[in-house]
């Protein structure tokens, strides 16, 4: 009985793998996509990385980065439209964040593109978290709708 076991348990690995692999091929080419796109924005003067990352699992793929720099939403906002706009992505909304009930003056905005979606995320003039935004650029998340 042992001696069948075995390849019954690798034919039910490989049935249970290939599935996997199957939808992953599309978030690898999302994510290439994906990583395109984030290097062809610009930074607005001044602004330092914090934090970069990034990578794909079946049915979604992400990259982002945190920055730190002295400008306000609003400055952040003009930018990103202006910015986000010229490579072909379209605003759709923002709203008020807060952090467990506190506000810190955060604010999230998301753009769109195809089935794409852009989100800036800034932490709030009060905030003390070590950066001042985030932009992260997303393929099958639910991060923006």
């Known amino acids: 009985m042992t ?3 075995l390849p019954l348990a690798l034919a039910v690995v490989a049935l249970l793998t290939v599935p996997y692999f199957a939808a992953d091929a599309p978030a690898a080419n999302a994510q290439g996509e994906l990583e395109q796109e984030f290097s062809s924005l610009a930074v607005p003067p001044g602004v330092v990385q914090v934090v970069r990352n990034g990578g794909h699992k079946p049915f979604q793929a992400s ?15 003009a930018f ?3 910015e986000l706009a010229r490579n072909g992505w379209e605003f ?4 008020k964040l807060t952090d ?3 506000d810190y003056g955060g604010y999230s905005a998301c753009y769109r593109k195809r089935d794409q979606r852009a989100h800036l995320q800034y932490a709030g003039s ?4 070590g950066w001042t935004y985030a932009i992260d ?3 099958g998340s639910s991060l923006c709708r």
Do not use: K, M, P
């Open 63 to 77: 990259i982002g980065a945190e920055y730190s720099v002295a400008l306000t939403y609003d400055q952040l906002r």
């Open 3 to 5: 001696r069948h076991f």
């Open 100 to 102: 467990w009930g506190r």
């Open 80 to 82: 990103y439209d202006r």
């Open 126 to 129: 009060t905030a003390n978290y």
């Open 92 to 95: 759709t909304y923002d709203e």
């Open 137 to 139: 650029l997303t393929w």
